[in-house]
């Protein structure tokens, strides 16, 4: 257990095309999504934001060093509450279901998930660097105001992802 986690309530392995995954039933968060407190167009305080930014490496850090990954870092799963972050809604490798579905609708956050994660090849493991992938569009989103460029667009236009100059 850790202060930047959603309290764990029941940890199960679950197999998914041959490979066995573990899935958590978290119980409830210190506070609101982050996602209630963004204003489309409007960046965060600096200060906010590096508050924010120290409670995500660190309770990434402690997931990481568990060997559990998150999946599905976005102001949806990040709360805020209680002067902390805290990470919520883990999630599960599910590219094997993409050729099921024929989309990845609802399967990956375009702009946060990495370009492996829409990989139903599932070529590349998701581990630890997806999570990062994922932290910093977040950080990018809570930097500018600006909801991160999916992989497909970034990969025509570089120039979408770059951050504002500082004056």
């Given at each position: 257990e850790h202060f930047s986690v959603a309290h764990i309530r029941r940890a199960v392995a679950i197999e998914v095309d041959g490979v066995l995954q573990d899935a958590f039933a978290l119980g409830a968060s210190v506070g609101a999504p982050l996602a209630r407190r963004l204003t489309p167009g409007q960046p965060l305080d600096p200060a906010e934001v590096l508050r924010l930014a120290a409670g995500l490496t660190d309770?990434?850090?402690e997931i990481h060093s568990r060997g559990i990954t998150h999946l599905d870092i976005a102001p949806e799963t990040v709360s805020t509450g209680a002067g902390r972050l805290e990470l919520t809604d883990f999630a599960v490798d599910n590219r094997a279901f993409m050729p099921l579905l024929g989309s990845?609708?609802?399967l990956v956050r375009p702009g946060y998930s990495p370009i492996e994660h829409h990989d139903a090849s599932m070529a590349e493991p998701l581990g630890p660097?997806?999570?990062?992938?994922?932290?910093?569009?977040?950080?990018?989103r809570l930097i500018t105001g600006r909801e991160p460029t999916p992989w497909q667009n970034r990969w025509r236009d570089p120039a979408l992802s770059e951050l504002p100059a500082i004056e």
């Open positions: 309770a990434l850090a990845q609708e609802g660097p997806a999570d990062v992938h994922a932290a910093s569009a977040l950080l990018f």
